[in-house]
């Protein structure tokens, strides 16, 4: 089994001022992903539908007082709607290309506490999973357990690495826009590396580096979680969704450039 993350930037134009769809990419996403040839997960980002609305209220920061909370109730339900919104789009994209996608709303069973997962009940996908549909999540705003926040912000990345320990998955798919990892940020330094392969090893050598954050660029978060993987034995894989034919590879078991981290 594998599970597959598909960047919010990948699938929504993330720097719009209001919800909005990247229409090209999804065509094109939606097409590869059905050339799939095993059980397979979908996780897919909020982009310019989640982040908007999430900023806006605050969501996931400290309650000042009761006004706060009605605002932060309303911020919930618009991220929700919204978010939900994105993963309709994309499911119905994906039956188009005959993929039996459901899309399985995580705030309707997934709670967190101190915005990590808490509680989560995998026993619906794993039996959907078992009998051939590919189920499709996605970062969401969610209940939280502590009562200085009470709701917080859900990752795609987070809801990937409790599922692939839970569920066991094989390897785990993470697609976004640059090849992988580097030995600095690609975007500004044009003699980055890419980096073969992640282990706990490699990150030391780089986390030693006094430019930390350049060399982890906007990675650092993904990567703990993905080391944190490898611990339990399940490899990942850092793969560009942006270049043609990419996704095809990796759903279809196939080698990609990219960064794997094991
Ligand atoms: C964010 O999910 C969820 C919300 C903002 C509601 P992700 O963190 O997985 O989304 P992307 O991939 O950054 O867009």
Not at 79 to 90: I, R
Not at 98 to 122: H, L, Q, W, Y
Request: charged residues 25%; negative net charge.
């Amino acid at each position: 089994m594998i599970i597959l993350k598909l960047g919010g930037s990948a699938l929504t134009i993330k720097d719009a001022d209001k919800p909005t769809i990247d229409d090209v990419n999804l065509e094109r996403i939606a097409e590869e992903v059905s050339c799939y040839n095993q059980d397979m997960i979908i996780v897919h980002g909020a982009g310019s539908f989640g982040h908007i609305h999430a900023k806006e209220y605050a969501i996931g920061e400290t309650i000042t007082d009761d006004k706060d909370k009605s605002n932060k109730i309303k911020g919930m339900s618009l991220t929700q709607a919204s978010v939900q919104l994105l993963n309709y789009k994309v499911i119905s994209k994906l039956h188009e290309k005959n993929v039996p996608a459901i899309g399985m709303k995580p705030s309707s069973f997934i709670v967190n506490k101190n915005k990590r997962i808490d509680e989560c009940d995998t026993n619906l996908i794993r039996q959907y999973l078992d009998d051939g549909f590919v189920p499709v999540l996605y970062g969401d705003a969610v209940l939280d357990k502590n009562d200085e926040i009470k709701y917080s912000i859900l990752s795609g990345d987070q809801i990937i690495t409790y599922l692939a320990k839970d569920l066991k998955a094989d390897r785990v798919i993470l697609s976004s826009d640059v090849d992988g990892i580097y030995t600095d940020n690609p975007k500004t330094n044009p003699d980055a590396k890419l980096i073969d392969i992640v282990t706990k090893d490699t990150l030391l050598t780089t986390t030693t580096n006094d430019n930390q954050a350049d060399v982890t660029g906007g990675m650092a978060g993904k990567i703990n979680e993905l080391l944190e993987l490898a611990d339990y034995g399940i490899e990942s894989q850092i793969i560009n969704a942006q270049k043609e034919g990419n996704i095809k590879l990796a759903v279809s078991g196939k080698a990609v450039k990219g960064t794997i981290i094991k």
